[in-house]
């Protein structure tokens, strides 16, 4: 359940990061997703792993 539970607040802010990050460049880019893909999922990465490893605090 706990696993299920990271994925998902992960998969969140994936999710939002990606928005934000697309939505910014967005007038100055017009490619602006390729940008926010990778960005999401550098966020996505670095959250699960926080979460995993703070799992027994």
């Known amino acids: ?8 607040l992960s998969f969140i802010s994936f ?8 939505e910014v460049l967005s007038d100055r880019i017009f490619f602006s997703l390729f940008l926010g893909i990778p960005a999401g999922i550098l966020v996505f990465v670095t959250t699960f792993a926080y979460l995993s490893l703070t799992k027994n605090k």
């Open 1 to 8: 359940m706990k696993l299920i539970l990271r994925f998902i």
């Open 15 to 22: 999710i939002l990061t990606m928005i934000l990050v697309t």
